[in-house]
């Protein structure tokens, strides 16, 4: 049975979640304005909800359909949450993450997802690895940017949130490891 590992940058921990960051997944996530830079992070973040969703990381991990990591500084302080979810059966992940308020501009979501694809080329051997971000969250696109991810296009009115459509814009990137040969 594989353990999912824990990864160490410069500067951050970038561990499985365990229920004690529960209050403090509640405090940061909680925030309006992660609520409106993301599709599925609920608002008001109420009691318990913090527990259900740490509670299906294991189980998402040991299936083979991803893995969350609690991103946590040196002194182990909690300031995000970053993400590989696995898509279909076609070796191709989906990247999702989120920091903090307190923590925004500092360079942790970059360092964090520069790491993350690392696992997931590196560890998980995904060929492609995508990301989206609403049309009104630009900081999210220049961490996509910043770690090589290349914009892919721009899905207009692609999802509900609040009764209206909003637009994604779309960046991947492809396994650098691997070589390609065409018939």
Not at 34 to 43: A, F, G, K, V, W
Not at 83 to 109: K, P, Q, S
């Amino acid at each position: 049975m594989f353990i999912q590992e824990t990864i160490h940058t410069e500067r951050l921990v970038l561990r499985p979640f365990t229920l004690t960051d529960a209050p403090q997944v509640k405090a940061l996530a909680g925030d309006r304005r992660i609520y409106e830079m993301t599709l599925l992070i609920p608002h008001p973040y109420e009691d318990g909800m913090a527990e259900a969703w740490i509670a299906t990381h294991q189980a998402c991990f040991y299936e083979g359909r991803g893995a969350v990591f609690a991103i946590c500084l040196q002194n182990e302080d909690l300031v995000g949450a970053i993400e590989l979810h696995r898509v279909g059966t076609y070796n191709r992940a989906e990247l999702g993450y989120w920091i903090g308020t307190d923590y925004w501009n500092r360079g942790y979501c970059t360092e964090a997802a520069t790491a993350i694809l690392d696992y997931g080329f590196n560890v998980l051997w995904c060929h492609k690895i995508s990301g989206g971000h609403f049309v009104g969250n630009p900081a999210s696109g220049r961490v996509m940017e910043k770690i090589g991810m290349a914009l892919e296009g721009v899905l207009r009115d692609e999802v509900l949130k609040d009764g209206k459509y909003v637009s994604v814009v779309r960046y991947g990137i492809l396994n650098p490891g691997e070589t390609e040969f065409l018939c």
